[in-house]
């Protein structure tokens, strides 16, 4: 009888003990090396395979407790998979609490204002964290695979700071970005000034594809959409360079020359009345609202200063004083 106390005395105090070192388990934080630690799940990853993980990285002492808590809370199967951020002061149930419903790290994948669809592919297939399904990676292969094989890519994707999780296919980010452009026109074009000469959104893009890339100083972009939009009304030639070296494409070396402004290409301004065919970049926020709210003024003409500002005039022969100015002693230091 004796024997058989002393043995249940010793059952319930290994019970106890357990419990008590299952409840520290439960109420401690992990032990992490360092006060953050990115870990990774693959897909298919089993809660053994794991849990073996997060010993290998130091996290946990206790591994048999941790898979116990994941099947007392039903978690063993349901893993999502992704790149995780774990903290020093997270416990383990706020842990299985994360990898259940998926709180993966976000990617920053960012469109940058001026940039052409080309090189914002480019940047992307540079990437790691995105999954590249585009090959070739071309304008014209993005389209078809938005479902818009018959549209021009250039311009249609919004500029901005996207946040993905890792893996996101390249065709995802550029879905978001043109998503995120037609809702910003749908939003901004019924807004916009009278008596604009712009036919639709796409033209408003057009044109403020051309003032971005124009702009070195953000505060002068009304300004220098209220020139084109005169120069418009007026049957004025744009008379712009950046749609003159989007046309050269590939032949442009760095150098505008006086023979590449009488180049016949549909993007040459010089040479055609009116828009370019298609945007010449992917214009920013900021640029369609200059072109949907154009600066009122009477100047028509504008040359770099040299600073990133521009010197504006209301007549040719102011503006020729200004190039002479600025542009001929400029190239003659």
Do not use: C
């Not at 004025?236 to 032949?251: E, F, N, R, S």
Request: net charge positive.
């Amino acid at each position: 009888m004796r024997v058989l106390f002393l043995s249940l005395f010793f059952l319930l105090a290994l019970g106890a003990g357990l419990l008590w070192d299952y409840n520290r388990f439960y109420q401690t934080p992990l032990n992490l090396p360092q006060a953050s630690l990115t870990l990774e799940v693959p897909r298919g990853m089993s809660l053994r395979q794991l849990t073996e993980r997060l010993v290998a990285l130091g996290a946990l002492d206790q591994p048999y407790y941790f898979m116990l808590l994941a099947y007392l809370r039903g978690d063993a199967k349901r893993l999502q998979a992704g790149t995780y951020a774990l903290r020093s002061d997270m416990k383990p149930a706020e842990l299985l609490e994360m990898l259940v419903s998926g709180r993966v790290v976000q990617q920053a994948i960012t469109l940058i204002e001026g940039w052409t669809v080309q090189q914002a592919l480019e940047a992307i297939g540079r990437n790691p964290a995105v999954e590249h399904r585009l090959k070739p990676a071309t304008p014209q292969a993005l389209m078809a695979a938005l479902g818009k094989p018959e549209l021009a890519a250039e311009g249609r994707f919004l500029p901005d700071t996207y946040y993905f999780p890792k893996g996101v296919t390249d065709v995802a980010v550029f879905r978001r970005a043109y998503a995120a452009m037609e809702a910003f026109l749908d939003q901004e074009w019924p807004k916009r000034a009278p008596d604009l000469p712009l036919a639709s959104p796409y033209e408003a893009l057009i044109l403020a594809s051309i003032v971005e890339k124009e702009t070195g100083k953000a505060e002068e972009r009304p300004q220098i959409a209220g020139v084109f939009i005169r120069r418009l009304q007026r049957g004025m030639k744009l008379q712009t360079d950046p749609t003159v070296i989007y046309g050269l494409g590939a032949d442009f070396d760095g150098n505008l020359r006086r023979s590449d402004l009488r180049r016949d290409t549909p993007y040459n301004t010089y040479v055609h009345r009116g828009l370019p065919p298609t945007p010449i970049a992917l214009p920013g926020r900021a640029a369609i609202l200059a072109v949907l709210h154009p600066q009122p003024g009477d100047s028509l003409y504008f040359v770099a200063r040299g600073d990133g500002s521009h010197q504006f005039s209301a007549t040719l022969e102011a503006h020729n004083r200004a190039v002479r100015r600025y542009q001929l002693r400029k190239s003659s230091e």
